[in-house]
């Protein structure tokens, strides 16, 4: 319901950071609940709202993800998770500078989106029969871990510089 109300003062002020929060909040609730559907609708116009706020529409594709996820549609999932970590990366050291709580946003909402695309990547490497395409994937999610401990090692340091400094 607050969502809701949320919403409709946000189109009333024309506002589509507000707009795609309360749709994405919403899908979120829907998503908990398992109503995919609507998850997905409300998903996808957060999305449509977020194209020009980047700090924002990695979540909502991060989401997109989870939902394709849940319903079985490791391709779908596939493609956005990388979409949400194309969109995450230029922006993940701004998401958690001067925060106070930059470890708990790390680890709540940049940290799942990598495990995600790895966890995606394996279960397609466990159906697939193509060997050269099976040890593909299981590169591509090793690569993803190890995209995710560079970044936890630039997040503790505080420094991107860090690991070029070896």
Known sequence: QIFTQVLQLAKQYQNKRLMSYAKGFLGQLYEQEQRYSEATQLTREAIFLAQEIPDILYLWEWQQA??????????????AYQEALDDLQPI?????TGLRNAREVFYE??????????????????IESNSSRKTELLNQARAAIEQL??????DYFQDECVLLQT
């Open 66 to 79: 989870r939902l394709l996820q849940a319903q079985k549609n490791l391709e779908g999932a596939l493609i």
């Open 92 to 96: 993940r050291t701004e998401l958690t």
């Open 109 to 126: 909402r940049i940290r799942p989106v990598y495990y995600g695309f790895a966890d995606i990547l394996l279960q397609q490497a466990t």
């Open 149 to 154: 401990k560079t970044a936890e090692l630039q």
